[in-house]
Each structure stands twice: as structure tokens, then as C-alpha cells.
């Protein structure tokens, strides 16, 4: 059976940091193009960070650009979201989701255009980020 399972969510000050984590079973990351992904307040889902399967390739988009990592763990099988500087824009709930390995670029990814959507397999539930003060 395969999940994915989000953890690192909470409430931080503007400013503040957090590191989500992304872990899996039932399947290999190392055969999957990973991505993060959250949901705003009244918003609709949006790419924030991928990542290809060797690692050779990454991407993070402009809203998050310098403030957010992305990174795996290839012994724990886990992708992790490194986020510092954090704004009240960013709260949302973050999801990690994959897709078969090297279907698309990590930038084409985090477009999370509807043909995106469509080709994703598995999705984890998701964790809250809050950032206010």
C-alpha cells in the first residue's frame, strides 16, 4: 500500500522557519518526479518547489525563491521542504505529490497546469502551515 505522509506543519511568526517532511512507503522516491505543493486560504492549489528523481534537477517558484528548499533523503525515503523567512502569504495547507519518474521538467511540474494534475499518482493529505503573528 502505497502513502505519503506530510509532517513539520504548525504556526510560526512571520520570519520564523519551518522544515516539512514528506515521508514514503510502498514505493521508491528515487523512481519519482516529487513535488510540494500548497493550498491558500481561498486559493487554489499551487506548485512551490519540485524536484527529478537524481536530484540533478530542482526547481522553486518565484514566489518562494530564496526563502524554500527542496531536498531528499534517499536512505529514509523522504523529500523535505526547508522554508525560512516565512510570510503570512505562505499559510496553506502543503501537500507532497509525485509522478512517474522523468515525466516532465521539475519547472513544467510545479506549474500544476491541469494536465499536470492528471499525471500525478499518489498525493500525501497534506500539513498546515499558519504564519501570523
Known amino acids: 500500500q502505497v502513502s505519503l505522509v506530510e509532517s513539520g506543519g504548525g504556526w510560526v511568526q512571520p520570519g520564523g522557519s519551518l522544515t516539512l517532511s514528506c515521508e514514503a512507503s510502498?514505493?521508491?522516491?528515487?523512481?519519482?518526479?516529487i513535488g510540494w505543493f500548497r493550498q491558500g486560504p481561498g486559493k487554489e492549489r499551487e506548485g512551490v518547489a519540485c524536484?527529478?528523481?537524481?536530484?540533478?534537477?530542482?526547481y522553486v517558484t518565484d514566489d518562494v525563491a530564496g526563502r524554500f528548499s527542496i531536498f531528499k533523503d534517499r536512505v529514509k525515503n523522504l523529500v523535505y521542504l526547508q522554508m525560512n523567512f516565512l510570510k503570512p502569504e505562505d499559510t496553506g495547507e502543503y501537500v507532497c505529490?509525485?509522478?512517474?519518474?522523468?515525466?516532465?521538467?521539475?519547472?513544467?511540474?510545479?506549474?500544476?497546469?491541469?494536465?499536470?494534475?492528471?499525471?500525478?499518482?499518489?498525493w500525501g493529505r497534506g500539513t498546515l502551515v499558519t504564519v501570523s503573528s
Open positions: 524536484i527529478d528523481p537524481s536530484e540533478h534537477r530542482l
Open positions: 510502498g514505493i521508491l522516491l528515487d523512481y519519482y518526479q
Open positions: 505529490g509525485v509522478m512517474p519518474r522523468a515525466s516532465v521538467y521539475p519547472e513544467t511540474m510545479c506549474t500544476y497546469s491541469a494536465t499536470i494534475h492528471s499525471r500525478m499518482e499518489f
